[in-house]
């Protein structure tokens, strides 16, 4: 039941994100632009297969720990380029660093979804238990 619940809450800002994302294509893109990211479209729809893909599939309770290692390899990446300037003149500009620590929180709870996932494959195992 707790694992249930972990995942159907885990899901929320993946879901939220990847549908706002794709009903704010263009401005999507053009932030992107603006941060220096390269092959904007491309890369948004990559985004978004592991944004909603990632969703059904805890939704469905399939591939639980490989939905949540490539969360979190997206975040390794993502985060630093959308919310890696939090210190701005000498001083943290508080709402990218709780975006930052947010970005943090959830790579913890995509590991936990990992040690939970009794459908994990075995050499993952010495990894997370």
Not at 68 to 77: E, K
Request: charged letters at 10%; hydrophobic letters at 60%.
């Amino acid at each position: 039941m707790l694992f249930t619940l972990a995942r159907i809450f885990a899901c929320g800002i993946w879901l939220l994100a990847g549908l706002y994302k794709l009903t704010h294509f263009k401005a999507t893109t053009e932030d992107m632009a603006r941060r220096g990211i390269p092959y904007q479209a491309f890369f948004l729809v990559i985004t978004l297969i592991i944004e909603l893909a990632g969703t059904a599939l805890l939704f469905a309770n399939a591939y639980v720990w490989l939905v949540a290692l490539v969360w979190i390899g997206f975040m390794i990446v993502a985060t630093p380029v959308y919310h890696g300037k939090f210190i701005v003149d000498g001083k943290i500009f508080f709402p990218e660093f709780v975006q930052f620590s947010k970005n943090l929180s959830l790579a913890g709870g995509c590991f936990a979804l990992m040690a939970l996932d009794p459908a994990k494959p075995a050499w993952l195992l010495s990894y997370v238990n």
